[in-house]
């Protein structure tokens, strides 16, 4: 009776449809890497002109406990790059420039600056030397002039000739920015508002993080090897400028897929050229990769105190975007968004944490085959217990507002109940994974940085229902 009606409450909170659901499943790939500390922030999955997910985890701002949403606005880091190079395939279909033209034209007395084409700064193939390496600029939270930062860039040599090799650098797209203002007569970031945000009615987006201000506004932080949340100093904008001073939020960074998706900001031919790889399956801003035989278009950005991810893929209308207020050592959005991607498109995808029982063994015996005897084995003595290793796993933790279990220890072993149900045993099958003995359920407590047991993960018919200890 008990399992019965643990099962009925499960069903209430998972909302449970046919097993393995795309929206359920997504939904639960996502609250597993919430609940594991590997994302904090917002996540928009589209297919087909359906919204699949839109949500929050987290917080924007840690130490007030406010939490992400749907609508937080974050910086975007390194995809403003496919922004800029929107910006310069607008001036080309215009006439205004060619992508051939040389950096020279531009840029009069730039070393090297007759060997080195715009496309070549598009496409990260012009060796020119990466600034924002450079200890000086890394991080820079006060402002900075332009011609400071290019005449670093000028001082340093190439790391190879121009179109001969691939490297990322901010560098490439720092010089795009100045070569838009050159022939627009205007700033980058009016350029960028009037020709792009305007039109795609992106109205959460623009240049200036650190002077924003909106009630949705996320916080960055750094996440410490102590597992604390560090909060991070903006990067000023002059130091990010075209390569990395976006800052926007999910449903913005919907309109602008769909604009792509529609051709509203160039014709097709031009738009095209955005999506054709270069050395490395670099395009305009964009990663070229070939998943399931389709074309997707993806980019990483990063900058201190944020990250995200963007995918597309025309054919099926697939956009998703991760957009994260943290940045920490080892987490990369790519693994989240690759598995989301095989979510959507593989139906016997497993996700991660569900396991799938191992297969037994059957070894037929041959006939006539004769069977030693064999002594009844004496019967093994129960290890004494020690009460206080449970110690850690006790206590009330939340699944829901009207739904908490309760951990305690009950003669020397650890034990579950919920507010209206009896205790039932527990037994440990490894050092953080438990299963009951009457709720055909497993119980996984999860560790913190700081080695508290503050989180569990219910595992209950392919399900993966997160929890936190009350307070």
């Not at 350029?191 to 002077?211: A, N």
């Amino acid at each position: 009776m008990q399992e019965l009606k643990l099962l009925c409450i499960l069903a209430i909170i998972a909302t449970t449809t046919p097993a393995f659901a795309q929206k359920e499943k997504l939904e639960r790939l996502m609250d597993y890497y919430a609940v594991h500390d590997t994302f904090n922030g917002t996540a928009l999955i589209v297919r087909k002109g359906n919204i699949l997910l839109s949500k929050g985890y987290g917080y924007r701002d840690v130490h007030n406990k406010i939490k992400n949403t749907e609508n937080t606005v974050y910086q975007i880091g390194t995809n403003t790059r496919q922004f800029t190079a929107e910006v310069i395939l607008q001036l080309d279909s215009k006439g205004r420039l060619g992508l051939e033209d040389k950096l020279s034209k531009y840029l009069p007395g730039f070393p090297n600056g007759e060997r080195i084409t715009l496309r070549n700064l598009l496409t990260h193939s012009s060796g020119i030397y990466n600034y924002t390496k450079d200890p000086v600029f890394t991080n820079a939270v006060k402002p900075i002039k332009k011609e400071e930062i290019l005449e670093r860039i000028k001082s340093q040599p190439l790391a190879f000739a121009p179109g001969s090799d691939f490297a990322f650098s901010n560098s490439n797209y720092f010089l795009l920015g100045l070569v838009i203002e050159k022939i627009t007569t205007k700033k980058y970031e009016r350029v960028l508002k009037e020709d792009i945000l305007l039109t795609c009615s992106m109205s959460h987006s623009g240049c200036d993080f650190s002077q924003l201000r909106d009630d949705n506004k996320a916080i960055g932080y750094n996440f410490s090897g102590k597992g604390e949340f560090v909060e991070a100093l903006a990067s000023d904008s002059t130091l990010t400028y075209a390569g990395a001073s976006l800052y926007s939020n999910a449903s913005d960074l919907l309109k602008w897929h769909r604009a792509l998706l529609h051709h509203r900001l160039l014709p097709k031919d031009w738009q095209d050229l955005a999506f054709t790889p270069h050395k490395n399956q670099y395009a305009l801003g964009w990663n070229i990769t070939n998943i399931y035989k389709r074309k997707f278009m993806e980019h990483a950005g990063e900058v201190n105190g944020f990250t995200s991810y963007e995918v597309r893929q025309e054919d099926d209308d697939v956009f998703i975007v991760l957009l994260e207020n943290v940045s920490r050592q080892g987490v990369e959005e790519k693994a989240i968004a690759n598995n989301i991607v095989q979510c959507i498109y593989d139906k016997n995808y497993i996700l991660p944490g569900e396991r799938k029982k191992p297969a037994v063994a059957v070894v037929p015996v041959p006939e006539n085959t004769q069977r030693p005897e064999t002594a009844p084995k004496p019967e093994k003595k129960a290890k004494p217990v020690n009460p206080a290793k449970y110690k850690k796993f006790t206590g009330d933790f939340e699944i829901t507002p009207a739904f908490t279990i309760t951990f305690s220890i009950e003669n020397n072993e650890l034990v579950a109940a919920t507010p209206d149900q009896k205790s039932i045993k527990m037994v440990q099958e490894s050092e953080t994974m438990f299963r009951t003995t009457g709720w055909n359920a497993e119980i996984e407590f999860i560790k913190d940085a700081k080695g508290a047991y503050n989180k569990i993960v219910l595992h209950q018919q392919d399900q993966l229902i997160p929890g936190v200890r009350a307070k």
